[in-house]
């Protein structure tokens, strides 16, 4: 096809990228570089009375942009890092802990 590059093994463009735009690359290297913020409202209504509403934000960033600008809530999920599950884990260890620790002693108290 006329005015198309054909996709190279190493190193080369998209197809249909054609030679003179930025490729997909150089373009997700300055959105996660920068940073791009979407937000939108959903609102359902029957009858003039809001039925649902959902507000939707949406970041994206590199890890380093996203630390930079305050976000870093991945760090403290269980679920996404093996620390906060670890120090979760050893929470709840020193809570059962003590809890056996407690009856334990109620056990002797009763004798």
Avoid: C, F, H, Y
């Avoid at 198309?4 to 190493?10: I, K, S």
């Avoid at 003039?48 to 976000?71: H, P, Q, Y």
């Avoid at 979760?88 to 009856?103: D, H, I, K, T, Y």
Wanted: proline letters at 3%; charged letters at 30%.
């Amino acid at each position: 096809m006329p005015g198309r590059t054909p996709v190279t093994g190493t190193g080369g463009t998209l197809a249909g990228t054609g030679t003179g735009g930025a490729n997909l690359a150089d373009i997700l290297e300055r959105v996660l570089d920068k940073g791009v913020v979407i937000a939108g409202d959903i609102r359902v209504d029957l009858l003039d009375i809001e039925l649902l509403t959902i507000r939707l934000r949406l970041v994206v960033a590199s890890v380093d942009k996203a630390k930079e600008m305050g976000i870093d809530w991945w760090e403290s999920d269980p679920a996404l890092s093996s620390g906060a599950r670890r120090g979760e884990l050893g929470a709840e260890n020193a809570r059962l802990r003590a809890r056996v620790a407690e009856l334990e002693q109620r056990q002797e108290d009763t004798r």
